[in-house]
């Protein structure tokens, strides 16, 4: 998983029943805490550091069962439409606020567009819907979450390794007050894990630092870098609208391939074929896209409901959070602010 897919494909996990008192490997908490410092002390960080983020650490109840509440996809009806979650997150007051936000970064958006190649509209809009444009990071201390999390035990490996991860963002000098965030371990504007903050985040104002905090400027570099990482082709939009024909032959078009990742997610989607063959199909973007652009059909409120067209780029904000839900807000949001 790379370096969590960003929000880590939370939405697919399945309810436990392991008791809030024990870990999946019933060990408790002080000694499973002993064994985190320990690999904290073997990866370089100082013991000062260790100190301070870990003195008063005890297990987070709440975390634990906002962990184990996660919405499971998809039911038995299927899967939950999308024009409910679009009309929630992608409504006037955001789209306003990512306006206003594109207006007051316009200088810096504009040398990041050409930095990194990723539309300054699509960094606005993770950033809107990340933290409602810094707004609210969350307040859940980030030592005391990813430590529950780890000892719990469903996804160790995961949350161990953010948690040591955590220790040296704090060796770099960053309080522990600053590192709050959400339940799960995100933090910023941008909703960085501590693993993808280290290997990712980046200094868009030329201070040395990378205050994904406090900056406008580091936060929208730091969406641009990820979205960079995860393979984003410039000048090529997410998706585009699509008109669809009644005679449109279902099963045949139907992706049979198994995802190694989020695998719920890409099996809503259709097999990958250029435009002009959709065209050859009876299926036209609304919006210019090259004949020879590789793309694949999704539908997902049924044969009566809006299309879409969705190219290589839709994949690139599945990286950030692993929900077709998520990624086309994302677009349709960026698409609003830029209009």
Known sequence: MKALKQIFAIATAAALTIPVGASAQDMSFGVYLETLKERARAEGVSESTIRRMTYDLTPNPRVIELDRGQPGTPTRRGYPRLQPYLDRHVDTARIRGGRNAYAATRSTSRRLEAEYGVPAEVMIAIWGHETNY?????NFDLSRSLATLAWEGRRRELFSGEFVDLLKVA??????????GSWAGAFGNPQFLPSVYLRLAADGDGDGDRDIWNSR?????????????AGWRSGQPWGVRATVPA?????????????????????????????????????????????????SLFQPDGVNAPAWLLTGNYRVILEYNCSNYYAMSVGLLADEIKR
């Open 171 to 180: 060796d770099k000098g960053v309080n522990r007050s600053t590192l709050k």
């Open 217 to 229: 400027e580091d936060t929208l570099a730091s969406i641009a870098n990820y979205f960079r990482d």
């Open 134 to 138: 810094g707004s609210y990071t969350g």
């Open 247 to 295: 005679s449109l032959n279902r099963e045949a078009i139907k992706n049979r391939t198994v995802a190694p990742v989020c695998p719920r997610v890409h099996e809503r989607h259709s097999k990958w074929k250029t435009v002009a063959e959709w065209r050859e199909l009876g299926v036209r973007p609304q919006k210019y896209l090259p004949d020879n652009t590789m793309v």
